[in-house]
Nanobody
């Protein structure tokens, strides 16, 4: 059974930075993608970024150049470094792993506000 636990969310001012971490447990294959989605109030869940073991990334246009995804396969961890945060980045951020089925963490709130 795969479990994903996020940490690192919080309140930050516009222009600030946060680093999200996701700790995975259970059977997680490095070849399969891990990453991050987010869901703002009243909106659908959307892709932020995913990464495979080979380093192939898929990053949303809205965060390119500001967010960086990375992965530690040995530790079953995935990270999201978020810089130059904007109020529109406010959302619940969910860790994601695509194995035989999709697995999700419980989410961590990121609020960008002055």
């Amino acid at each position: 059974q795969v479990q994903l636990v996020e940490s690192g969310g919080g309140l930050v001012q516009p222009g600030g930075s946060l680093r999200l971490s996701c700790a995975g447990s259970g059977t997680i294959y490095s070849a399969y993608p891990m990453g991050w989605y987010r869901q703002a109030p009243g909106k659908q869940r959307e892709l932020v970024a995913t990464v495979t073991s080979g380093g192939t990334t898929n990053v949303a246009d809205s965060v390119k150049g500001r967010f960086t995804i990375s992965r530690d396969n040995a530790k079953k961890m995935v990270y999201l470094q978020m810089n130059s945060l904007k109020p529109e980045d406010t959302a619940v951020y969910y860790c994601y792993y695509r194995g035989a089925v999709a697995y999700w963490g419980q989410g961590t709130q990121v609020t960008v506000s002055s």
